[in-house]
């Protein structure tokens, strides 16, 4: 995906880095991030991390780690941040931008435990930006400067499609969704693959056909320019067999609609919960 090499920072402190931290990371590698500039700061890095950082060079847990550096990235669990608030705040400088991942956690939330953060970016990643295919939503304080928002957005972009909303109230909503959405499709394989089972597949056969079903939707989804109304559409013949499926997953009470509506909603307030 495209990005701009000359928006990437200078110097990134990473603080956290699980699976989506170290995807993140590996992203910005691949675009052109100079492994000089980045540290990491991870009490229990995985043995891929340490490798990682040995191989390119990138400073793991130094004794003294570079202050105000442009951006810090929070990659923490959110629970992991009153312990974590202390040791980060000592770390930025006026000109530092933070870009927190944390699910839930608000900007007033951040700033509350990091009094030296003025300038935050609050986000939302998934899973599949550990391939580059991602969705990240992302909302600005207002001390975001435009330079500050051109090299968040690089960063983010490394690891595939973002969105900035234009309020961070709307983030919630975001990690319902886009946030936690790759479950939702993970779930839909394992009970497409329970139904074929069920409907006298073998249940190893039916796990392939489920799995190469949905993950070519998705690529012709990502491929094609038509909405996904007209694709269904257009593999639904009148009376035939599709539109037999639909009538059922499409009814309602208790149709897909209502039921994603229901799981995406209970996600946000699962998020706002987490604000505390």
């Excluded at 701009?4 to 990473?14: C, D, G, M, N, R």
């Excluded at 060079?57 to 130094?62: R, V």
């Excluded at 951006?71 to 770390?91: D, F, R, S």
Aim: charged share 15%.
């Amino acid at each position: 995906m495209p990005t701009h090499a000359q928006h990437l920072p200078s110097s990134l402190i990473l603080v956290g880095a699980g699976k989506m931290g170290g995807s993140m990371l590996e992203g910005w590698l691949a675009v052109g991030m100079s492994p000089q500039g980045v540290t990491v700061i991870d009490p229990r890095p995985s043995e891929a991390m340490t490798r990682l950082c040995n191989e390119r060079g990138i400073a793991l847990n130094p004794t003294n780690p570079p202050a105000a550096p442009e951006v810090l990235v929070l990659g923490i669990k959110p629970q992991g941040l009153e312990e974590a608030a202390p040791q980060v705040n000592a770390l930025l400088g006026p000109q530092t931008v933070v870009v927190s991942i944390l699910a839930g956690k608000t900007i007033d939330n951040l700033r509350s435990r990091m009094p030296a953060a003025t300038a935050i970016v609050r986000t939302i990643p998934n899973l599949p930006a550990s391939i580059g295919r991602g969705a990240t939503g992302a909302a600005s304080s207002p001390e975001v400067t435009e330079a500050q928002r051109l090299i968040t957005d690089a960063l983010l972009r490394s690891n595939g499609v973002v969105e900035w909303v234009a309020s961070e109230d709307l983030i919630d909503a975001v990690t319902g969704l886009s946030g936690s959405g790759p479950a939702y499709v993970f779930h839909l394989v394992e009970c497409l693959a329970e139904a074929g089972a069920a409907a006298g597949l073998p249940a190893d056969l039916a796990q392939r056909l489920a799995r190469a079903t949905v993950a070519g939707a998705g690529e012709l989804l990502h491929q094609s320019d038509l909405p996904p109304e007209t694709l269904r559409q257009n593999v639904t013949s009148p009376g035939g067999t599709t539109a037999a499926a639909l009538q059922v997953l499409m009814a309602e009470p208790n149709s897909l609609k209502a039921l994603m509506r229901e799981a995406v909603a209970a996600a946000k307030h699962r998020a706002e919960e987490l604000s505390g």
